[in-house]
């Protein structure tokens, strides 16, 4: 039985036009892989571990090709939970707003936790290397403006750029983006084309996902 992991970063629940598009993708699922086991980790509601000075000290424990000494193992018991839980899935979904031009801090923080070395990447004297193999991820994003390829507000999308970033260092590099765009600056007729036409492609993208 495949698990999928749900990643929430937007705190406005039934509100949200990520999540309505999100929908699709599930109902699409649902065609594709009934038995799918889905975990549901909403980090706007979540209490993320602190990344505090021994958090912190830790990270570069690892950096140094070390094991994590005592005085810090209980700063990291909820940071390796989440880098378990993260590794146990077979493939992920983010439902995230564009925040900023860049991600809600919600989902900065989580990416803060579970990015670490010697779980999700390792550097080699050929750079670094991801230790995440073959898994999918889509993320479905919404933005109040346009940064399509064709706008001229492009390059201020640090979102998705990042976002590959972020998750190709871990090796994720099967990574499908369905924006919904623009959502506030062209009126309500828009916004429900726009949510319908990415409903589409999020469906599909859901019976086709494992
Ligand atoms: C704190 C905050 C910052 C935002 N920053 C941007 C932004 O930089 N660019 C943009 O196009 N829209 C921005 N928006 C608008 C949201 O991206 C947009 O309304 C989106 O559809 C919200 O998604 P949701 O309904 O799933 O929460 C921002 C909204 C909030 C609440």
Not at 109 to 136: A, C, M, S, W
Not at 166 to 186: C, E, K, Y
């Given at each position: 039985?495949?698990?999928?992991?749900?990643?929430?970063?937007?705190?406005?629940?039934?509100?949200?036009?990520?999540?309505?598009?999100?929908?699709?993708?599930?109902?699409?699922?649902?065609?594709?892989?009934?038995?799918?086991?889905?975990?549901?980790?909403?980090?706007?509601?979540?209490?993320?571990?602190?990344?505090?000075?021994?958090?912190?000290?830790?990270?570069?424990?690892?950096?140094?090709?070390?094991?994590?000494?005592?005085?810090?193992?209980?700063?990291?018991?909820?940071?390796?939970?989440?880098?378990?839980?993260?590794?146990?899935?077979?493939?992920?979904?983010i439902?995230?707003?564009?925040?900023?031009?860049s991600i809600?801090?919600?989902l900065k923080?989580y990416i803060d936790?579970i990015l670490?070395?010697?779980?999700l990447f390792?550097?080699?004297?050929?750079?670094?290397?991801g230790?995440?193999?073959?898994?999918?991820m889509?993320i479905?994003?919404?933005?109040?403006?346009?940064?399509?390829?064709?706008?001229?507000?492009?390059?201020?999308?640090?979102q998705?750029p990042y976002l590959r970033a972020v998750f190709g260092l871990a090796g994720i590099?099967?990574i499908?983006?369905?924006?919904?765009?623009?959502?506030?600056?062209?009126?309500?007729?828009?916004?429900?084309?726009?949510?319908?036409?990415?409903?589409?492609?999020?469906?599909?993208?859901?019976?086709?996902?494992?």
């Amino acid at each position: 039985m495949s698990k999928l992991l749900h990643i929430i970063a937007t705190p406005r629940e039934e509100d949200s036009r990520t999540l309505r598009v999100t929908e699709a993708f599930f109902e699409g699922l649902e065609n594709n892989d009934p038995d799918c086991r889905v975990d549901t980790l909403d980090v706007t509601k979540e209490k993320l571990p602190p990344m505090t000075m021994k958090a912190v000290s830790g990270k570069y424990v690892l950096l140094g090709g070390k094991d994590l000494p005592e005085d810090l193992k209980p700063a990291w018991n909820d940071i390796i939970k989440h880098i378990e839980r993260f590794l146990s899935a077979d493939g992920y979904v983010i439902s995230s707003p564009m925040w900023n031009f860049s991600i809600p801090y919600y989902l900065k923080h989580y990416i803060d936790v579970i990015l670490q070395p010697r779980y999700l990447f390792r550097y080699t004297e050929k750079g670094p290397e991801g230790l995440v193999k073959n898994k999918k991820m889509i993320i479905i994003t919404s933005r109040g403006g346009d940064y399509g390829p064709d706008s001229p507000s492009h390059s201020y999308d640090f979102q998705e750029p990042y976002l590959r970033a972020v998750f190709g260092l871990a090796g994720i590099t099967d990574i499908t983006f369905i924006n919904s765009q623009p959502m506030d600056a062209l009126g309500p007729e828009i916004q429900k084309q726009k949510i319908d036409a990415a409903k589409k492609i999020a469906k599909k993208a859901g019976e086709a996902f494992f």
